[in-house]
Nanobody, 120 residues
Framework: QVQLVESGGGLVQAGGSLRLSCVAS????????MGWYRQAPGNQRELVAV???????NYADSVKGRFTISSDTAKRTVYLQMNSLKPEDTAVYYC??????????????WGQGTQVTVSS
């Protein structure tokens, strides 16, 4: 069994900052990539940022220069530092892990989501 547990969401004023964390636990052989996605009401889930095991990062255009993704491999944790937040960043943020489990191959897991609300 694998679990992803997110934390750090909340309510913040426009221009403020939040830091999200996501810890992966369970029977994991290797994590290939971890990332953050978000879904606002009425919208599809979209990629925010992803980081690979080789530390390659990729960001949505809408967050470039404002958000930073990082990871601690030993702790199986991924972070999302969000600065200069805008009301349009309001969404439920989901952690995702692309990983390998022995005997089961490559699998994708999701966290339960954490709400981020940015007031104007």
């Amino acid at each position: 069994q694998v679990q992803l547990v997110e934390s750090g969401g909340g309510l913040v004023q426009a221009g403020g900052s939040l830091r999200l964390s996501c810890v992966a636990s369970g029977s994991i052989f290797r994590i290939n990539a971890m990332g953050w996605y978000r879904q606002a009401p009425g919208n599809q889930r979209e990629l925010v940022a992803v980081i690979t095991s080789g530390s390659t990062t990729n960001y949505a255009d809408s967050v470039k220069g404002r958000f930073t993704i990082s990871s601690d491999t030993a702790k199986r944790t991924v972070y999302l530092q969000m600065n200069s937040l805008k009301p349009e960043d309001t969404a439920v943020y989901y952690c995702n892990a692309e990983l390998v489990r022995l005997g089961r191959g490559n699998l994708s897991y999701w966290g339960q989501g954490t709400q981020v609300t940015v007031s104007s």
